[in-house]
Each structure stands twice: as C-alpha cells, then as structure tokens.
C-alpha cells in the first residue's frame, strides 16, 4: 500500500502534507486489511506447500554456505536484473505522462477525473487494475494527471490499485494463494484504497 518511490516522489512533487497523508492512510489501510484477513480465518485457502510452512511441517533444504565475493557477485547480478526490469517501466511512464501534458485537454481530464465526479475514484481503481508498471514508472503520470486538472485522490486511488491491485501481481500471488483468498484480498485493499481516493479529494 505505500511504496517508498512513491512516498520520496510525492514528497518532491507536491510537499511533506501529501506525502504524509499517503503514508498515514496507506499504512492505515494495510493495517486494517491485515486484521480483517486474519479474522476471516482463511489458512485453508493458502497453497498446501505454504501451509506446510504456515504449520513447521515443511522441511527446508541444507543452507549454501557463500563466501564474502560471491554474496558480493550475486548481489550485483540482482541489482543488474532489477535495473533491468524496472528501466522500461520508467521510459513508458515518462513517454505517457509527456502525452497526457502536451496532448490531452485540461478540460476533458478534468471532467472525468475531477474532484466533484463521484465515479470517477472507483474508475480509477478498475482501470489501474489491468496495468502493469511500478512507483517509479506510475508518477510521472501521476503528476500529468494532475497538472491537467484530475484530483489528487483519484489519481492517487488509480496509483495504488496500479502498484496494489495488478493482474499480474494476482497472478504471482495465485501461486501462494487460492483465489477466495486472492478474492477477499484485492476487495478489502480495493475498499481501503477507495477509501484514501475520497480522503483526498475532501480535505485537498
């Protein structure tokens, strides 16, 4: 619910009250989405080799002893990876929110992503959810959006159902969780998130 890329960038962008109500919320929303999961009781609906794990039935294979130079080695191959992933979510983000800037009328965002549009906050969610891109690559468009007259709230609603509420983090997810799991998770996140695009929207 709250990224660090996202946090640092709000922060430069839009000042230390925004930054912190997104943390607040976001951590608030977390939080309660943790307790309300763990008093469903839905154990069961975790995959058997995590159960296994959840219960201390599992047997975890003999640890690799690593040398000092080979922990260092590895460590580069994994930032050389993540760079490598994360660089073109980056670009496209940037090339999106140039778009949006140079192209798109102030007025027609404004319309459908203003602040006294009552939808517009749970349409942001719905179409962050097929997207696919990290903090990083997300606010450059947030602040398009934003620069072209869309709320603040919708617009951070629609960057954390992105980060959040990914398909293709459901995906990744499916293979610790079953979906009445996967289920219960995106609608009590989703709430939480709708929750914190509507905060906004009022006191900003």
């Known amino acids: 619910m ?14 230390w009250k925004v930054a912190a109500l ?4 976001g951590l608030l929303v977390a939080i309660v989405a943790g307790l309300v999961i763990g008093e469903l009781k839905m154990e069961r609906h975790l995959e058997d ?4 794990i959840h219960l201390g039935t599992a047997t975890a294979p003999k640890g690799q002893g690593y040398t000092w130079s080979e922990r260092f080695a590895a460590g580069g191959r994994h930032v050389r990876e993540i760079v490598g992933k994360v660089w073109p ?14 192209y798109v009328p102030q007025d027609f965002m404004a319309s459908f992503m203003g602040r006294d ?7 942001a969610v719905v179409l962050g959810v097929p997207m696919y891109t990290n903090a990083a690559g997300i606010v450059p468009v947030v602040e398009a959006l934003i620069g072209k007259g869309a709320a603040l709230g919708t617009t ?3 960057m954390m159902s992105v980060i959040a509420l990914s398909a293709p983090e459901m995906l990744i997810l499916r293979k610790v969780l ?3 799991l996967i289920a219960t998770f995106v609608g009590v996140v ?4 709708l929750l914190v695009g509507y905060v906004f929207n009022l006191v900003l």
């Open 2 to 15: 709250v990224n660090e890329i996202a946090l640092a960038l709000l922060l430069g962008l839009f000042g």
């Open 22 to 25: 997104y943390l607040g919320l």
């Open 49 to 52: 080799w995590v159960r296994a």
């Open 89 to 102: 979510y980056v670009l496209a983000g940037i090339a999106l929110g140039a778009l949006i800037h140079g």
């Open 117 to 123: 549009v009552w939808w517009a906050v749970p349409a």
């Open 156 to 158: 951070l609603a629609f």
């Open 178 to 180: 079953k979906w009445p």
């Open 190 to 193: 989703a709430a939480g998130i």
